[in-house]
């Protein structure tokens, strides 16, 4: 299947500070990315769509100034969070459209945790 | 409001028998649904995927079943393996495609020796 890949894979940062994470479609170009969060003992929950060259569409909820979302290639997604608080603290999920098996799907990257103290 | 419910939190199934895991949605404009398995702090995998067109996909010793009418899906893995051992979500959209997934909240499985 295809590979996406995630960098960091673990960050601890201050409150207040602002912190960046990458997701790179490896071996396919991905026109659309997705970004999910996932608390413990939770499921995963979408917080915007990426699409390459465009805005990002956000869910219902999630506040686009505090979570920027950047798709300047169709290898590359990056969201940042702006001014992070402890309760910014999660694990953060990119993935990516593409096919499968024959079926099409999303491939997702390893995750990113963020520790925010 | 849980668009997607997976009842069973965690399920224990001894190697070579059959898992069965449950999934059921409320939402019913959902029409593309989709299983992933996840290792702890990885991201999920994809496994199987339908489309309401459908009631029956399978993948080897993947199979999906899917009943419309009671908006009830359900992940059949026979036999069973002790690497099959994690947390499988089912997802759900109502556009077709493998976009704005809403996820469930997962059902541990345990494949025991």
């Known amino acids: 299947g295809a590979v996406v890949s995630q960098h960091p894979s673990r960050v601890i940062c201050k409150s207040g500070t602002s912190v960046k994470i990458e997701c790179r479609s490896l071996?396919?170009?991905?026109?659309?990315m997705f970004w999910y969060r996932q608390f413990p003992k939770q499921s995963l929950m979408l917080m915007a769509t990426s699409n390459e060259g465009s805005k990002a569409t956000y869910e219902q909820g999630v506040e686009k100034d505090k979570f920027l979302i950047n798709h300047a290639s169709l290898t590359l997604s990056t969201l940042t969070v702006t001014s992070a608080h402890p309760e910014d603290s999660s694990f953060y999920i990119c993935s990516a459209r593409g096919w499968g098996q024959g079926q099409e799907t999303q491939y997702f990257g390893p995750g990113t945790r963020l520790l925010v103290l | 409001d849980q668009q997607v419910k997976q009842n069973s939190p965690s399920l224990s199934v001894q190697e070579g028998r059959i898992s069965i895991l449950n999934c059921d949605y409320t939402?019913?404009?959902?029409?593309?649904f989709l299983w992933y398995k996840k290792y702890p702090a990885e991201g999920p995998t994809f496994l199987i995927s339908?489309?309401?067109?459908?009631d029956k996909n399978e993948d080897g010793r993947f199979t999906v079943f899917l009943n419309k009418s009671a908006k009830h899906l359900s992940l059949h893995i026979v036999p069973s393996q002790p690497g099959d051992s994690a947390v499988y979500f089912c997802?759900?959209?109502?556009?077709?495609?493998?976009?704005?997934?809403?996820f469930g909240t997962g059902t541990r499985l345990q494949v025991t020796l």
């Open positions: 939402n019913s404009m959902f029409d593309y």
């Open positions: 071996d396919f170009q991905a026109t659309t």
């Open positions: 997802a759900a959209t109502p556009t077709g495609t493998a976009s704005k997934l809403t």
């Open positions: 339908i489309s309401s067109i459908k």
